[in-house]
Each structure stands twice: as C-alpha cells, then as structure tokens.
C-alpha cells in the first residue's frame, strides 16, 4: 500500500482502498496531502475497482484543512487556497462520479472539508463516537470539498446551512437522525462493519452500480421524459450484458449469482 503525505492506498480483489494516515495531525488536508489525495484517488479509479473504500487512521476521520499551513500561509492564504483545491476538487468529481459505489467508513470526529469528504459516500458508515462540526464560520471562511453540496443534499439545504452557520458540533446519533450518515456501529466493530460491506458491493453487478448511479445523480434536473428515456437507455444495454444473464439464471436456479466485471 503505497503512503504518501499522509494518505495511504490500494486496490486488491475489487476493493480499492484510500486511508488518511496522518493522525498526529488530526488527518488535516495541507497542500502535499492535497497532492497525494488526487493521486491515490486517480490511481484507485485507473484499477478500476468493483467499489471504493475511503477511511480514516486514529480518533479523527478528517479535521478538515491544515490549519498551521493556513496560518503560516499568512497574506498569501488564497493562493495556498488555488493550490490545495485546484487538483483536489476535479479528483473529488472523478471519485464521486466514477462508476464504483463509494463507501466512506468515519472511525471519529469529522470537520471542514473533511465533511465533504465523509459526506461524498454512497453509503457513509460512522462510528458511534464520530462528531460532526462544520467549523468554517468559526473562523471566516466558507465551505470547501463539497461540503455545503454534500450536506445539504443529505440534510436539506435549511438545515445544512444552518449547521454551517453555527459550526455546533454534531454527535453521531443526531447526524443519523438527521441523514448525515447512514449507520452507526460501535467503534471497534466500524471496520470490520465497512470491509463487509465494501464486500457485498464488490461481488456485485458493476454495470448495475453504475447504470443505478448515474440514474440517481442528475434525477432531480430532468424531465420525467427525459429520465425514462434514460431508464430505457441503460436498461436495454444491461439486458444485453452477461451479468444481466448470470443474474436471471441464478434467479431461475436459485443460487447467489457470480456477476464479473462488465
């Protein structure tokens, strides 16, 4: 697993994994871990993973950016700024609209643009002790990473701006109920609970994943016609595809089907 700047990666039987490992640093994005984000997240997607895990190493999933490089960026903090968010938000895209489920697993408390990273998932996983607070307007700046896109399309845009507002930290519980996350799990069985489903996902139809993806991303801009245009696009091509065989004869022979790539 190759480790740069703090951020670990790869991808083995399906799983492509990414792993912030800076923990004495609460896992913050500075300019290099910046650089090394964009090439575990372009290098996981060139393997062409089944699905992709992204976590976190110690008791901080991700305390957003760096805020000692911030500092010491001084009068030149916006270009600072240019030089962490121009690879990383492009990277961010790639990954969220790539055709794999991504599954994000948040072993502890999240902030800044690590909101934006936890919230990209799929599926996000938290463990019960994981904290949730936007931090940005504590200190002047606004959202970054996705975050306020993220947030709000999971919490509604009322309620995301009011958490971005107040930077309130957030417990675990009241993020599920709010939809922030999607389960808890206590804290030592969050891995093991993100491998299994990492699992799950990759033994399952990658064209079905991606046709379902691309179905739910852009739904609430289109016309009913034009989504049921699209619906019968990606459903013909489907029928044509050998997972789409596997998957009706398993069903016929009542067996658990063994889709491969396609």
Request: glycine share 10%.
């Amino acid at each position: 697993m190759p480790l740069e700047h703090g951020i670990a990666w790869s991808v083995e039987e399906g799983i492509g994994r990414i792993v912030l490992r800076r923990p004495e640093r609460a896992n913050a994005i500075g300019a290099a871990s910046s650089r090394a984000l964009v090439r575990a997240i372009d290098e996981v997607l060139a393997a062409a993973p089944r699905v992709v895990l992204l976590t976190g190493e110690g008791r901080v999933f991700c305390a957003g950016g760096d805020i000692e490089e911030f500092v010491a960026a001084g009068e030149d903090l916006p270009a600072l700024v240019d030089e962490i968010l121009d690879p990383l938000h492009p990277a961010l895209l790639r990954l969220v609209n790539g055709p794999a489920p991504l599954v994000t697993v948040l072993n502890g408390a999240v902030g800044g643009a690590g909101v934006g990273l936890a919230l990209a998932g799929d599926f996000v996983l938290a463990a019960e002790s994981m904290k949730l607070r936007t931090g940005y307007a504590a200190i002047g700046l606004s959202p970054d990473a996705g975050s306020s896109w993220f947030l709000a399309r999971r919490i509604g845009v009322l309620r995301a701006q009011q958490w971005l507002m107040l930077s309130d930290p957030i417990d675990s519980r009241r993020c599920l109920a709010a939809g922030a996350v999607d389960a808890l799990h206590p804290d030592a069985e969050l891995a093991a609970a993100g491998e299994a489903l990492a699992r799950r996902l990759a033994a399952g139809a990658p064209g079905s994943f991606a046709a379902i993806k691309a179905l739910c991303a852009d739904a609430p801009g289109r016309t009913l016609e034009a989504h049921l245009a699209l619906e019968h696009r990606l459903l013909r091509e489907r029928a044509g595809s050998a997972d789409a065989r596997e998957g009706v004869a398993a069903f016929l022979q009542k067996r658990a089907p063994r889709f491969g790539a396609s």
